[in-house]
């Protein structure tokens, strides 16, 4: 297997190292106080209306000096290094309605939010349900288990923080464009398996096609760009699906490296995600992780955050296997999981 016969190596902001991020931390981004005061008025104006947030547009969030500062993110975001943590709003741990008003509307401002699983939340409650990946339709955010490097499937991933858990819970970062680099120097025939299709378990959230798998190659060239996606226990767990073969032995051996590779502290960020601050990630040129954590006891809370699945304007081009994850591959419509016969909602409260 030579080089010549793989995608080109990825050049530019998006292919980052921890020593890039660390040299240069212009991906944090301090709201002032008017701007906080600014996004909070838009939040309870809509409250003031008591509607339900679903009901909710753009333009029911006006953010006169906000909004160009948002279209920064989304440019840093699709064309920069791929990720931006946002720091200045309070924690709204004790005030879910404002807490989602106010992601919600943010959201709304810098894309179109979709579904994050079979029923059909346009907001997503991450925290533990004590529940456990041994049921093989459990998904890790609903668990306080390690995620391991993955993407999500939409554009871009957001999540604000409410609460930290007693231990543990730290986000990590890796670029996936420096993780295809590193294997295409080093080991381009196992890179080759991964530009080849494979099977990922929908975990039970069955879309119109009607199967409890897709599949896709973890890494993808079109039209010029390469984008990844991959969740590395339900690509691990589709075998147990009628229909799905085993892996290979050349799968196993190239999805180990992919994870060694993410894993690396050479060339990842892990940081803690403190309570107010938001976080958006580019899912095509990222991985993202989350450790393992203790929570705090019944009476002291839980680890709590929000989470957003935004299709974004302006968005790459997306080649059409792409669709039997995302939906559809048209910018600004695409990506989230839509089960049949379930309706988009925003539920204030974890359910």
Same mark, same amino acid.
């Given at each position: ?104 509307? &943010?959201?709304? !401002? ?5 579904? $994050?699983?079979?029923?059909?939340? @346009? =907001?997503?409650?991450?925290? *533990? ?111 147990? &699906?009628?229909? !799905? ?5 050349? $799968?196993?051996?190239?999805?180990? @490296? =992919?994870?060694?590779?993410? *894993? ?88």
């Amino acid at each position: 297997m030579t080089t010549n016969e793989l995608p080109p190596e990825v050049t530019g902001p998006s292919a980052w190292t921890r020593a890039d991020i660390e040299a240069d931390e212009s991906w944090r981004v301090y709201l002032t106080d008017d701007q906080t005061a600014e996004i909070e008025a838009a939040a309870a104006a809509w409250l003031a209306t008591e509607r339900d947030i679903a009901e909710m547009t753009a333009e029911d969030f006006p953010l006169p000096t906000v909004a160009p500062l948002i279209g920064e993110w989304n440019r840093e975001l699709l064309n920069g290094r791929g990720f931006v943590v946002i720091t200045g709003l309070p924690s709204y741990a004790d005030d879910l309605a404002m807490a989602a008003a106010v992601f919600y509307g &943010l959201g709304l !401002v810098m894309g179109v939010p979709r579904s $994050q699983n079979g029923k059909g939340h @346009l =907001l997503g409650h991450v925290c *533990d349900l004590g529940l456990s990946t041994v049921d093989g339709d459990v998904r890790i955010y609903q668990t306080t288990e390690r995620q391991n490097y993955h993407t999500d499937s939409c554009d871009v991933v957001g999540l604000m923080s409410l609460r930290k858990a007693r231990s543990g819970g730290e986000s990590g970062l890796v670029s996936s464009m420096t993780v295809f680099n590193e294997m295409r120097r080093r080991r381009p025939d196992l890179l080759r398996e991964l530009t080849r299709f494979m099977y990922t378990d929908r975990r039970g959230e069955v879309t119109k096609d009607g199967l409890p798998y897709f599949r896709q190659p973890i890494f993808s060239w079109h039209e010029g760009y390469l984008s990844a996606l991959y969740a590395p226990h339900y690509v691990r767990s589709a075998p147990r &699906l009628e229909g !799905v073969p085993d892996l290979t032995d050349a $799968q196993h051996v190239a999805l180990d @490296l =992919l994870d060694e590779l993410a *894993d690396d502290p050479k060339l990842n960020v892990e940081f803690m995600l403190e309570p107010g601050e938001l976080l958006f990630v580019h899912n095509h040129t990222i991985f993202h992780d989350r450790t393992a954590y203790e929570d705090w006891g019944p009476d002291e809370g839980r680890r709590h955050l929000l989470r957003l699945w935004l299709a974004i304007p302006g968005a790459r081009p997306l080649p059409d296997w792409y669709a039997a994850r995302f939906g559809a591959t048209a910018v600004g419509d695409r990506g989230g999981i839509v089960v049949p016969g379930v309706k988009a909602n925003v539920p204030v409260e974890p359910v």
